[in-house]
């Protein structure tokens, strides 16, 4: 697949603008979100409309909503035929007077808003994650009064999801349409025209300085910038974490400031019933870490921390560790959770563990050999590197490049120069993991279970 970040020129986060600036009739616009959770319809409502008709169509809108659903609430009263025929009245004129709906990729498709609505715009957010067909389907239905299609993504994250059930029934290790199908129609339209309908913004706002080196280098070819605003102390937490950080030794960090580091853990990999992966030193160690810093700060307590992995089985391994220690620290919240339920979202502190560890001993008992999962895919760890705004802490086993595994290795090629930058720039924090391990009270397991 070509780059659509080559050297020729810039692509990937996109938008538009008309330089006319003349005033004028209110352009219609449909905006869509590619993601299947729905967002509330919202529409801006012309002068003619009176506030009756639309208090009376929130009321009928509220009453079919609760028609059929499964309730403890009394049944709401039957709507009469005549009344249904006036709400879905009103609710046409409502769509023809509106001038901005806000809506899903499939709700677009609804038939009241196609026969209705006139937009000149389609606004097309998180582009990049939805499947071609999903965003070529409301184009074809508005393509009579549409001027302009803007797609904002970022092709380097997240690619569309295919699930296909007959690979599955069939045996099939990979599905032989799915290189086609994850390709967006966002990442071929900048492909197809070499770059000239995509622009990539390279100037981000959300982290303290230093904090998205690493994605800078690794996925945009050094070309993200800090704002003006992303200074150190700028950012609340960035102080408190780094000087949590520099009481290691080994935390020498060259470059800018910033409170970026890893804790390299030789873990102990296991999977669940469902397949799913975990490692408990690495939970283990970086929940006495979180310890050592709320005792630092308790204002890291408050819904501060994010803790992130590819795998539900070890985001539930952290949720049962914070469980254990939440009578210590009154009001103590932590969002713990897998990439994809992070995807759009943001963090003061984020740990990002990678779970894998190396093959040692047969400790990878019940994985597929060469088998990394999500881990070493370029699109998953931009996520997880550029979800932090003041502080970031990456959590990993360098074993896994020294697999007896030639396919790993391969495969864990990108992830072994993100691991040998830190090296470089003396950002690894040391761990006696025996200790940890003797002095852990969040599991009840077996010492020697959890050593390599």
């Known amino acids: ?17 008309d330089d006319e600036g003349l005033p004028g009739p209110p352009t219609k616009i449909s905006a869509t979100t590619s993601k299947g959770i729905s967002k509330s319809q919202e529409a801006s409502i012309g002068p003619s409309t009176r506030a009756a008709d639309i208090t009376r169509v929130l009321q009928f809108a509220r009453l079919l909503d609760e028609k059929g659903h499964a309730t403890a609430k009394p049944a709401p009263p039957p709507v009469s035929a005549a009344k249904f025929k006036q709400y879905l009245k009103l609710k046409k ?29 389609f606004f097309v957010d998180e582009a990049a994650f939805a499947k071609e067909m999903e965003v070529v389907r409301p184009m074809e239905l508005y393509v009579s009064s549409l001027q302009r299609t803007i797609m904002v993504g970022d092709p380097q994250q997240f690619k569309p999801i295919v699930l296909s059930k007959g690979q599955k029934d069939n045996g099939l290790l990979v599905n032989p349409f799915g290189a086609q199908l994850e390709v967006s129609l966002m990442l071929r339209t900048i492909i197809s025209s070499q770059n000239r309908l995509g622009t990539l913004l ?29 200074g150190f102390y700028r950012h609340r937490f960035s102080p408190v974490v780094f000087d949590l950080f520099s009481l290691d030794k080994r935390f020498q960090p060259q470059g800018p400031k910033c409170a970026r580091a890893m804790i390299d853990i030789p873990g102990v990999l296991q999977v669940d019933t469902n397949g799913s992966r975990f490692n408990l030193p690495n939970v283990i160690v970086t929940m006495q870490l979180l ?11 408050a819904g501060v921390v994010v803790i992130l992995t590819p ?16 009578p210590d620290y009154p009001g103590l919240s932590i969002k713990t959770g897998t990439l994809y339920s992070f995807q759009g979202q943001e963090g003061a502190i984020v740990l990002f563990d990678l779970v894998v560890a190396g093959i040692r001993k047969g400790i990878r008992k019940g994985i597929r050999k060469g088998n990394t999962g999500f881990v070493t895919d370029p699109h998953h760890l931009n996520v997880g590197f550029s979800r932090a705004k003041d502080a970031f802490l990456l959590i990993g086993d360098s074993t896994m490049f020294d697999d007896e595994d030639p396919d790993m290795r391969w495969k864990a090629a990108d992830l072994k120069k993100i691991f040998n930058g830190y090296h470089k720039e003396q950002r690894v924090l040391s761990v006696d993991l025996n200790i940890a391990l003797e002095n852990q009270r969040y599991f009840d397991v077996e010492r020697s279970s959890l050593r390599s």
């Open 291 to 301: 310890e050592a810093l709320f005792k630092l700060d308790p204002d890291v307590c």
């Open 202 to 230: 390279t100037t981000q706002y959300r982290a303290a300085t230093g904090l998205m080196q690493t994605c800078s280098d690794h996925w945009y070819k050094g070309r993200i910038q800090d704002g003006p605003q992303s």
């Open 311 to 326: 795998f539900r089985a070890q985001a539930r391994m952290y949720r049962t560790a914070i469980n254990k220690i939440k």
């Open 1 to 17: 697949m070509l780059d659509p970040y080559s050297e020729e020129s810039d692509s990937g986060d996109s938008y538009e603008s």
């Open 93 to 121: 004129q409502l769509l023809r007077e509106a001038n901005i709906i806000i809506a899903t990729l499939d709700t677009c498709s609804d038939k009241h808003l196609v026969g209705e609505f006139r937009p000149e715009i």
